[in-house]
């Protein structure tokens, strides 16, 4: 038979269970103290940098942006030029007249030449001047007709194609102006012809010029569009 325990065996093992019972080192306050150990402010500079980083890309698109504009800018500001027949073309600058034969431009408008959308022509000058309100959108050279045309305001009347002219010549973009007398003065290129034509031997109203002249005539005017000759 085994002894029976006494009252100090019986403690001492009360002891050791309570020991043995005592808070676990994985318990919660275990991992508490974990938490509490690691670095403060990770999450805090990962967001910084995210930041920084957007940032530097709204400034790089709103740079980019800005380049586009100026480019923009200078293109609506460059001259535009069109194709020429045989002289120089005028692109969208003001009508300001000159003063007649004196003038120290061999393109300036005349004096006393009207006002408005119209075509001014000077035989002296050997010269036309399209004009759009008050802007000049084309100026040629021209072989004057063998007939005068006598100097006035005068409106047109009729446009063809092609015709035949007074002298027997085929011609093309004919624009009629003056239906007054016989002569029936207007403006043409000859056919076959693309620079400026010769000056005519027979008789001829038909004032002439470069096919791509006559042609930017003939689409610039319109039945009753004012013809000045000065």
């Known amino acids: 038979m085994m002894a029976p325990m006494g009252k100090g065996t019986r403690a001492a093992g009360q002891r050791g269970r309570a020991a043995s019972s005592g808070p676990s080192s994985s318990g919660p306050s275990a991992r508490s103290a974990s938490f509490a150990a690691q670095p403060p402010g990770r999450s805090s500079r990962s967001k910084a940098g995210h930041g920084s980083t957007f940032s530097v890309l709204m400034m790089t698109l709103a740079a980019l942006a800005a380049v586009g504009v100026l480019a923009a800018q200078a293109e609506a500001t460059a001259p535009k030029v069109r194709a020429a027949g045989s002289v120089a073309v005028v692109a969208k600058t003001p009508a300001k007249s000159g003063s007649g034969s004196g003038s120290s431009s061999t393109n ?10 119209r075509i001014v022509y000077s035989p002296s000058a050997q010269r036309i001047w399209l004009v759009q309100n008050s802007t000049v959108e084309r100026t040629m050279q021209v072989v004057p007709g063998t007939i005068a045309t ?6 047109v009347y009729a446009k063809t194609p092609s015709s035949t002219g007074s002298d027997g010549l085929q011609v093309l973009y004919v624009v009629r102006f003056e239906s007054s007398s016989s002569a029936g003065y207007g403006f043409d290129a000859e056919a076959n012809v693309t620079g400026l034509p010769p000056a005519p031997t027979g008789q001829t109203d038909g004032v002439r010029m470069a096919q791509l002249d006559a042609q930017a005539l003939y689409e610039f005017s319109s039945v009753g569009t004012t013809v000045v000759v000065v």
């Open 108 to 117: 300036a408008l005349p004096a006393n030449s009207g006002s408005g959308t």
């Open 150 to 155: 006598p100097t006035g305001s005068y409106a």
